[in-house]
């Protein structure tokens, strides 16, 4: 058996140096701190706020650099609290009982090695930027709380995504930080001599060299290959400074050290999986690496029989429904980055251009790692039953013999990590009537039937609760938003008074990508401001970042300030900015409803609207991604997922619907109450969102499936 030198004991001796850093009594704040179960154990955020929640939220919420930058003072004080120390060792107990699970091996050749090429777990490892990694970080804590083999691989982002200022005309402009690997809850994997671990790959007319750190996700392991070192070149350095970079030759770079690099991390490390999801096609060329390594198959050698002789350890999940989504690159720019690494592997390059293209015939098509993953996976799936509609119709071309019901691309729906994303006031009302441990049957129906049980009292206070929350969060952060963007200071000071918290609160927050439609709220500036400006009025929060060459996303936002103001009711529309994990847990648990405008059919998924209806807030959204299989008719309201020849038409047609519902059944539900206040009809949909939402569009229900539909064989 090979010998792994998988960080392990690379994590050991940064734990012990940490400790040492601690008084006795707190030294298991060591271990917690460098597995991200903490972040959704119940208590493991309590650890680091109740010793300064003031200076945690300073260090980005990063228990390590929080631990290491405390004053000795503060330390000594909680050491000798007894009401601390006890919430420590219930903590770490319940840690160490969830670790001492056996792992529950899924495939027998080995783990599952899950390729992404951004991962959200948690804001202090921000290498993210938005609904992609979200599901692949609820995907790795959902591997964790089922105990499956599985591990994985990706890239440390120095700089990470985009932070977002912006500027008084509501414009966005970017900037990035670096962060400090020395005080982040990350290891240097290290191998037998004591060295780092490095992977090398011929990229552009060099070699790039790359190195492994290891994080701890509760039982699952995240790998992250980084390429900050000295051997390589700034140019080289650079590719993985910043996630999505605008470059083609940094992007493909990127895609060959995810796929070709992480293939060799594994190899190095002595971790030998037994088969390979690759999330979305940005890692496709993982399958050209095992291929160069297949032994020749009986009949021939040449790359489509090798491909061939590998397809069963691997499986693809598309998330793009456009084919503009798809990313394709000109032959000279994919060979002039990516050649030499061909060329290394004894590709034919040829051969393989064919091989990425949906007419294999053309020359003239660009090169695309999703034809790629599709053509050597054994298995391809979308993300929601409309999704997979949508890609079996774009990809139908790639089977030409079969009609487009007949393709083999099937569906798993997303889902989101319940205990990540549901507020704690919502999960300790949950748990007085659904039981103990009932997160880990959190997929079961029948549980989901005892929400009847809650008392509109209990129900109503507990939305309200949340709804607070989130005020008091807008209230503190607009008043910084609009000091930074030089708005004078009455202004900016009106934000401690903005939102009501008796207000219906509607929330849109997603990526500002134009097909998103956030345009459609301000579609009729008169039917808005009727919405809003009323004793009983709604509310809108809206967040979310445009890429940084996408500047009619940018004009879209701009706008958006514009009718702002022109509005004249002051802080009843608010834009949020640097949309983020810091603050989509208090935007989806608090907003009364979730909008999700997409132009149809553009939406893949979506699992922002999950997140809402987990703490119980109601969707209003299109019949497009996850929407048009959840929706019942009875659990939230819903836009026309049909299309129009005409977009404006389209347009028109849907922003009409939207403010039709809004003032004829949203408002007049949300404000209808009985004797006692209470809005008994809202609470009855709320009830109908819980029941039949919340198994369904769990990630335990996603990982089921993938368990079951996709990464094992029927009968195995």
Known sequence: MTQRFDGTRDLRRAVDRLARRLPEPLEDLAWIAYNYLWAWTPGGDELFTDIDDHRFKLAGENPVRFLLNLPERDLLRVATDES??????????????????????????????????????????PVYSGGLGVLAGDYLKETSDQALDVVGMGLLYRRGYLHQRMDLSGWQHEYWVEANTGQMPIVRVRGEDGLPIKVRIPVWDAELVAQVWRVNVGHTVLYLLDTELKENTPLERWVTSRLYEGSHDVRLAQYALLGIGGMRAFEAMGVNPGLFHMNEGHPALASLEVASRTAQPVGGGDLTARLDAGRDRFV???????????????????????????????????????????????????????????????????????????????????????????VPIGYVTNGVHLPTWMAETMRDLLGKVLGADWERHANDPSLWAHVDEISDVDLWNARCAMRQDLVDMVRDRIVVDRLARGDDVGHAMSGLDAFDPANLTLGFARRLATYKRLDLLFHDVDRLRRIIDHDQGAQFLIAGKAHPLDNEAKNVAKNLFSVERSLDVPNRVIFLEDYDLRVAPALVSGCDVWLNLPRPPMEASGTSGMKAAMNGS????????????????????????????????????????????????????????DANGIPVQWLARIRASLRSLAPTYSSARMVDDYVSRVYRRPGA
């Open 316 to 406: 693809f999940t598309t998330h793009t429904p456009v084919p503009a989504g798809n990313e394709t690159y000109s032959p000279e720019e994919f060979f002039r980055v990516l050649g030499h690494t061909v060329d290394e592997m004894g590709i034919d390059r040829a051969q393989l251009a064919a091989l990425t293209r949906v007419d294999e015939s053309s020359t003239s098509e660009p090169m695309g790692f999703s034809p790629l993953a599709i053509k050597c996976s054994r298995n391809t799936n979308a993300v929601s039953r409309r999704h997979g509609e949508v890609a079996r119709g774009m990809w139908n071309p790639l089977y030409p013999q079969l009609t487009e019901a007949e």
């Open 84 to 125: 601390y120390l006890e919430l420590l060792e219930s903590v770490a107990r319940r840690m160490e009982a969830e670790l001492a699970r056996p792992v529950t091996q899924v495939v027998p050749e080995g783990p599952v090695a899950y390729l992404c090429a951004e991962f959200a777990v948690h804001q202090s490892l």
């Open 618 to 673: 109601l969707n209003l959204s299109v019949l497009d991604g996850w929407w048009s299989e959840g929706y019942d008719g009875r659990n939230g309201w819903a836009i026309d997922g049909s299309t129009l020849d005409d977009p404006h038409a389209q347009d028109e047609r849907d922003a009409n619907i939207l403010y039709d519902l809004l003032e004829r059944e949203v408002k007049p539900m949300f404000f209808s109450r």
